[in-house]
């Protein structure tokens, strides 16, 4: 290893250990601090907390806002409008959990400088629907970094964590994690008594409509890569609704987000021949659903469903009526605004495409799917509940920690709890900080150990593929095309392709079935071989092989789970071609899966939704 032969190893011990510096990680930064005055607390992070994770480049809005001080909305009705839009299945004692302190967080990021808008009729929030509330949000992230920066002992940038640390005593305790410096090439030993992991959903596993030259342009972050689901997996953590992706519909080519469009600008949908469209598939869905369709709001995946039936139908494309909101200067100057704070690449799209809003209604499209556990889905690592309201069969010690002793989780990670959005994870966060404060004082002197034969071992693992890379070049002829290694970027559209064609991508229009899953399934096992010959010449192109083997795990837990679940229960997200009906008799539970690393089997069950809420 003729480049890294100097490679530093450094260790770092801490008491709390955040992985992934988002929303959720500097949330739990930040609290962590607060019940742990003396503690160690480290936050690691594979880009700069500054501007990293989905909310780096500024939201317009602030999606998880309940307004307690003016009797907006309780911590009830926001259990209930997720329960509604996943179609009954949400962990409603983790949704009130965070529903009753979000607005203290978002109190906490005015305090500390973020612009928040006004109604000036009112005094109160400017509302954008009746859970957002509008910012002027370009440097939400910067603010939210800085209050975890003086909270945290330490943060670490750019470090690519791989893999979990378990304690030499208990195997079902966490110990530290390791990782790689992606600037230096160092290799990171972190122990630690408790591990918080705040590392973000999967964009990249299922091929994006944008590829050649878009490629990277999508609407999740590309750099999102399934490291919240595949660190908690590789040691044995019990995950949850891995089957619920996310499929969104948004402005077309530049993945612009809708939601300031349908609720504050008012603006609507129509088909390629101008006309409404949604109320034409009601019975159709009904036959479907059942009465789910006659919830209000109509939730989410439904919306979808119509727009993809349309579209089936060759009445697209799909468009949103911008022309006649736009007459008002106002909604123009919001319309465009909401872009430039959040998605400049589609306002780029439009003046690329000569498309103004105001004399022509904008396309939309259904995106590809991505895996998440804040948005509107809630796929994640099923977790411990709050002692004074979770059922019991929801408990087994601290709050949001998995099912690993130690090991704790927030924002995407946690599954079973939709819509808590931006400031909802970094409350999780908080809350996850608090118990893991608590965990680490319970410890006393039973503290864990890590093994130096783990990390060296993982050592080697991690750093291989450069060196498969050093050898293999040489016996490249002619040309790129080594014939013992794979590149990273190979490897990665493999595993869209699979994922696309057999998982329910957007080249089957979302549809698979269980013969489908299970080739998926085989085609992916071929691929976790061919892992082994990966080729990294550099850095970077080492955490992009390290990045896919978290999308590649991630999407092996998405594939088993989609396999198990034998109904289609959130028609447009996708749809099980041989199960297509919801069936609430047999299906009204949660999904969970345990990865074993030692036998690479996968065991599923379900688990009971407790509806705690009327
Ligand atoms: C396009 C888009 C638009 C959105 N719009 C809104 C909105 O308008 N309003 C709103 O309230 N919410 C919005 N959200 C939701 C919000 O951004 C998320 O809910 C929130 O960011 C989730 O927080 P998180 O900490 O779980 O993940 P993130 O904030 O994404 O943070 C994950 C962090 O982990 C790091 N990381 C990942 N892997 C590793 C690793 N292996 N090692 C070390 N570090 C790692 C990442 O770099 C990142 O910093 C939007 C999300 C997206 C994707």
Request: charged share 25%; aromatic share 10%; with cysteine.
């Amino acid at each position: 290893m003729a480049l890294f032969r100097g490679r530093k190893t450094v260790f770092v011990d801490s008491d709390i250990l955040v992985i992934g510096g988002g929303m959720a990680g500097c949330g739990a930064t930040y609290e962590a601090r607060h019940w742990g005055r003396d503690l160690k607390i480290v936050c690691v992070e594979k880009a700069n907390i500054e501007r990293s994770g989905a909310v780096a480049q500024g939201l317009y809005a602030i999606n998880c806002y309940m307004g307690m001080q003016w009797g907006e909305n309780q911590p009830e009705d926001h259990v209930r409008y997720a329960r509604n839009d996943l179609m009954g299945l949400v962990r409603e004692d983790l949704g009130y959990d965070i529903a009753r302190h979000v607005d203290s967080s978002v109190h906490k990021f005015e305090e500390w400088g973020l612009p928040i808008m006004k109604d000036p009729k009112t005094g109160r929030y400017q509302r954008e629907g009746k859970w957002q509330i509008m910012i002027h949000g370009e440097s939400y992230k910067p603010i939210v970094a800085e209050a975890a920066r003086k909270a945290a002992t330490e943060v670490y940038n750019r470090i690519m964590v791989t893999h979990l640390l378990m304690d030499k005593s208990k195997a079902n305790r966490v110990a530290g994690a390791v990782g790689f410096n992606v600037r230096t090439g160092d290799f990171h030993v972190f122990r630690a008594k408790a591990v918080i992991i705040g590392a973000g959903g999967a964009s990249h596993i299922f091929k994006p409509r944008s590829v050649g030259e878009g490629m990277g342009r999508t609407w999740y972050a590309p750099w999102s890569s399934g490291s919240a689901y595949a660190l908690p997996i590789q040691v044995g953590a019990k995950m949850t609704q891995m089957e619920n992706r996310i499929v969104l519909t948004r402005f077309k080519d530049g993945y612009g987000p809708v939601g300031a469009y349908f609720l504050h600008l008012k603006t609507y949908t129509q088909n390629g021949n101008g006309e409404e469209y949604e109320s034409k598939w009601y019975e159709h869905t009904k036959a479907l659903v059942g009465d789910y369709i006659d919830h209000h709001p109509v939730p989410t995946c439904l919306r979808n469903h119509a727009f993809i039936e349309e579209t089936k139908a060759g009445r697209g494309p799909i468009r949103m009526v911008t022309k006649e909101a736009f007459q008002d200067p106002h909604k123009e100057t919001v319309g465009w605004e909401n872009f430039l704070g959040m998605t400049i690449g589609q306002a780029v799209v439009w003046a690329s495409q000569n498309i103004d809003p105001k004399h022509i209604n904008p396309e939309l499209s259904m995106s590809e799917p991505y895996v998440m556990g804040s948005h509107a889905t809630c796929s994640g690592a099923w977790a411990s509940g709050p002692e004074d309201y979770a059922p019991a069969e929801y408990q087994w010690g601290y709050n949001r920690m998995m099912t690993v002793d130690g090991l704790f989780g927030a924002g995407d990670t946690i599954g079973g709890t939709a819509h808590k959005f931006s400031s909802g994870s970094f409350t999780e966060g908080r809350i996850a900080a608090k118990a893991a404060v608590r965990y680490v004082s319970d410890l006393g002197r039973d503290q864990p150990q890590v093994s130096e034969k783990e990390y060296q071992d993982l050592e080697k693992l991690i750093f291989q593929p450069m060196e498969n890379y050093r050898i293999g070049r040489n016996e490249i002829t002619a040309g790129t095309v080594s014939p013992s290694y794979l590149l990273p970027i190979h490897g990665l559209q493999r595993l869209e392709k699979i994922m696309d064609e057999y998982v329910g991508g957007t080249s089957t229009n979302y549809m698979t079935n269980g013969v489908m899953l299970n080739r998926g399934l085989e085609l992916l096992t071929m691929l976790k071989e061919d892992m082994n010959h990966m080729g990294a010449e550099d850095l970077h192109q080492l955490q992009r092989t390290w990045e896919l083997q978290h999308r590649i795990l991630a999407s092996e837990s998405v594939t088993h789970h989609t396999l198990f679940r034998k109904e289609t229960r959130w028609p447009g997200y996708y749809y099980r071609g041989d199960h297509m009906k919801l069936d609430d008799e047999n299906w009204h539970c949660f999904t969970l899966s345990r990865y074993d690393r030692e036998t690479d089997k996968w065991a599923m069950e379900k688990a009971p939704v407790y509806h705690i809420v009327d």
